[in-house]
């Protein structure tokens, strides 16, 4: 029981400092450009980000797609880095944890057990 307790609370200690790091880098990006557009689709983008930091909860049911996850997720974060720093994004980078996500919805749907 305590070893969730401290799991979870890794978990959203993590999560809290990414948050308040990209923050800051988003920041910056505003300080340097004032276009509009570049803040929202940076916004968005790091939205699509925790999305798939989050919904990785739930993909821990199925250990193997949970580790392909892990490692979608991890290029997924470089390429918002990267789009923050260099100003160059590469949206299949970004949306890569979508495949691993997309298969564990279709894999519940069809071959979830019926009681």
């Given at each position: 029981?305590?070893?969730?307790?401290?799991?979870?609370?890794?978990f959203?200690?993590?999560?809290?400092?990414?948050?308040?790091?990209?923050?800051?880098?988003?920041?910056?990006?505003?300080?340097?450009?004032?276009?509009?557009?570049?803040?929202?689709?940076?916004?968005?983008?790091?939205?699509?980000?925790?999305?798939?930091?989050?919904?990785?909860?739930?993909?821990?049911v199925?250990?193997?797609?949970?580790v392909?996850?892990?490692?979608?997720?991890?290029?997924?974060?470089?390429?918002?880095?990267?789009?923050?720093?260099?100003?160059?994004?590469?949206?299949?980078?970004?949306?890569?944890?979508?495949?691993?996500?997309?298969?564990?919805?279709?894999?519940?749907?069809?071959?979830?057990?019926?009681?």
């Amino acid at each position: 029981m305590i070893g969730k307790v401290k799991g979870r609370l890794m978990f959203y200690f993590i999560l809290a400092t990414i948050i308040v790091l990209l923050i800051g880098l988003l920041f910056f990006k505003i300080k340097r450009s004032q276009d509009p557009k570049t803040v929202l689709t940076t916004l968005a983008l790091i939205g699509v980000v925790l999305f798939f930091t989050y919904i990785s909860r739930t993909i821990f049911v199925h250990k193997p797609l949970f580790v392909i996850h892990l490692a979608l997720l991890l290029i997924s974060w470089y390429g918002l880095l990267r789009y923050l720093v260099k100003d160059k994004m590469h949206l299949w980078m970004i949306l890569a944890p979508l495949s691993s996500t997309l298969f564990f919805f279709i894999m519940a749907l069809f071959f979830r057990e019926h009681a």
